[in-house]
């Protein structure tokens, strides 16, 4: 008897059970970390007096995410180009990176609202040696 329920990632892994699904679920969660990480930062900048706020910045920074969006999308169609499914698993990693790019920034806005990320640093350290050994083999 298992003590946790994981229904829905088996929901989830019948819901991007095949490449082209779990690319566009990989953008949607680009775009979601996007949101997050365009309204933490400007809640921050609103918020911590160290910060100074600027519609212009905040402007300059809608327009690079809409273009980063437009830019990984047409990544898309490109990645059929390249032969043996090759293109496919390369524009994964580039999202999995982009994606933790923006993750990387959300957790730096909540270091700007006084929010403790700890935790997460830790996560993001043991990560980065773990991808770090396994490329070494």
């Given at each position: 008897?298992?003590?946790?329920?994981?229904?829905?990632?088996?929901?989830?892994?019948?819901?991007?059970?095949?490449?082209?699904?779990?690319?566009?679920?990989?953008?949607?969660l680009?775009?979601?970390?996007?949101?997050?990480?365009?309204?933490?930062?400007?809640?921050?900048?609103?918020?911590?007096?160290?910060?100074?706020?600027?519609?212009?910045?905040?402007?300059?920074?809608?327009l690079?995410?809409i273009?980063?969006?437009?830019?990984?999308?047409?990544?898309?169609?490109?990645?059929?180009?390249?032969?043996?499914?090759?293109?496919?698993?390369?524009?994964?990693?580039?999202?999995?990176?982009?994606?933790?790019?923006?993750?990387?920034?959300?957790?730096?806005?909540?270091?700007?609202?006084?929010?403790?990320?700890?935790?997460f640093k830790?996560?993001?350290?043991?990560?980065k040696?773990?991808?770090?050994?396994?490329?070494?083999?």
């Amino acid at each position: 008897m298992s003590f946790v329920n994981f229904e829905w990632s088996h929901a989830l892994r019948g819901f991007v059970n095949t490449q082209d699904k779990l690319i566009v679920f990989t953008l949607t969660l680009i775009m979601g970390a996007m949101v997050i990480d365009f309204l933490t930062g400007t809640l921050a900048a609103k918020i911590n007096p160290k910060i100074e706020f600027k519609s212009k910045e905040g402007i300059n920074g809608i327009l690079r995410k809409i273009s980063s969006i437009a830019l990984l999308a047409f990544c898309i169609p490109l990645s059929v180009l390249l032969p043996e499914g090759i293109g496919l698993g390369t524009l994964q990693v580039l999202y999995l990176g982009y994606l933790f790019f923006e993750m990387k920034s959300v957790l730096e806005n909540f270091e700007k609202l006084g929010i403790d990320t700890a935790l997460f640093k830790e996560f993001f350290e043991v990560l980065k040696k773990y991808l770090k050994e396994k490329g070494e083999e």
